[in-house]
Structure formats: C-alpha cells, structure tokens
C-alpha cells in the first residue's frame, strides 16, 4: 500500500494535506523574509478565518429569523458558560446598572423607566471597544469583513446576563456594533 493510500485508509489525507501545507506556508514566509509566526498566532489567523467562511455561508443558508434564533441561543449558553462555576444573586435591576458602571469605571448602562442602554467598554484583561476591540476572544482584532450576524450572539449574552441577575425577562435590541461598522456596541434593553 502507497503512503497516499494508507492515509486515506486511516481518515488522515485532509490532516497530512493540511500538515503538508502548512510545511510549504512556512517555507514560502521563510522565503519571502516574512517573519515567523507563533503557533498562537497561527492558530489565530486560521479561526479568524475559519470563522469568516463559516459565516458567509451562514448567511447565505439561512433566513433572518433562524440566524437571530442561533446566534442568540450561542450567546445565552456563552453568558451561562461564564458564570458557571460562580453563585449568582438576583438584584434589582438598579443595583446591576450601579454594579455595571462600579466595575467599568464610567456609565455603561443606564435607565429611563422600563428602557436601559447598556454599552460594552472593555474586557478585565484592558482590551476596550473604544479602541477598536469586540470583546469576544474569538474575533477580538479580526477577521476582516466579518458579517454583522455574528453580533447577535451579544443579544443573546446581554439577554441572559440582565434576566439571570434581575430575574425578569427582556427584550434586547443590538443599536450598534464595531463588527457593523459602529464606534462602540450599545444594546437596548426593554424590560417586562
């Protein structure tokens, strides 16, 4: 049996194609006096464009209402991801906007009656949005063109923190996002 026969026979001609190209990307930036890329880095560059190409089918696949429905539900798992192992209490919804601006340093949330607006400002490693940063580790610097579905997942994120910290049901709607070509990431919240 030939090595490209017994590769397809194990499932690994895609990882050994794939390994083979990543060999001759290297030694192509080699080459060019580009200088070397991490693994991290690498690693990077491949899901930012994974992630690209992934959403541009997305789009392409699905209409406005499921693309709302999945991205949502991504955000609200990713919200309950994060405070998985932490003990939540159910405070006012006064005391989580006073909470939300203590720990910002500055009004990110606001309200006026059943209304809040509530913006992203920076993550606890000192990444801001007012640099050009999303605050999502997946695509914090790129990739480049990356659809404006994605941001969706963050209504679903703000849905599940303010429902999971007031215990009451809201409604969000994204008013603006970096990925969408906006300054900063406001959410409006409209509580029931």
């Not at 049996?1 to 083979?20: H, I, P």
């Not at 063109?145 to 679903?156: I, P, W």
Request: charged residues 30%; positive net charge.
């Amino acid at each position: 049996m030939d090595r490209k026969e017994f590769l397809k026979s194990c499932g690994l001609f895609g990882v050994g194609s794939c390994l083979v190209s990543g060999t001759i990307g290297k030694a192509a930036a080699s080459i060019s006096g580009e200088p070397p890329v991490t693994p991290c880095e690498e690693r990077q560059r491949f899901s930012e464009a994974w992630v690209k190409r992934f959403f541009d089918l997305f789009d392409e696949s699905l209409d406005e209402k499921k693309k709302s429905e999945i991205m949502e539900g991504c955000g609200r798992a990713c919200f309950k991801g994060s405070v998985a192992d932490k003990q939540i209490k159910v405070i006012g919804i006064d005391e989580l906007i006073a909470a939300i601006n203590k720990s910002t340093g500055e009004i990110a949330a606001r309200r006026e009656g059943n209304v809040v607006e509530f913006r992203y400002v920076g993550n606890p490693k000192g990444l801001k949005v007012a640099d050009g940063y999303c605050l999502c580790p997946l695509v914090e610097t790129g990739p480049e063109g990356l659809s404006g579905t994605y941001c969706l997942c963050s209504v679903g994120y703000v849905r599940e923190m303010f429902k999971t910290y007031t215990g009451r049901e809201s409604s969000v709607e994204l008013v603006e996002s970096l990925k969408r070509g906006g300054k900063t990431c406001r959410f409006r919240i409209t509580l029931e």
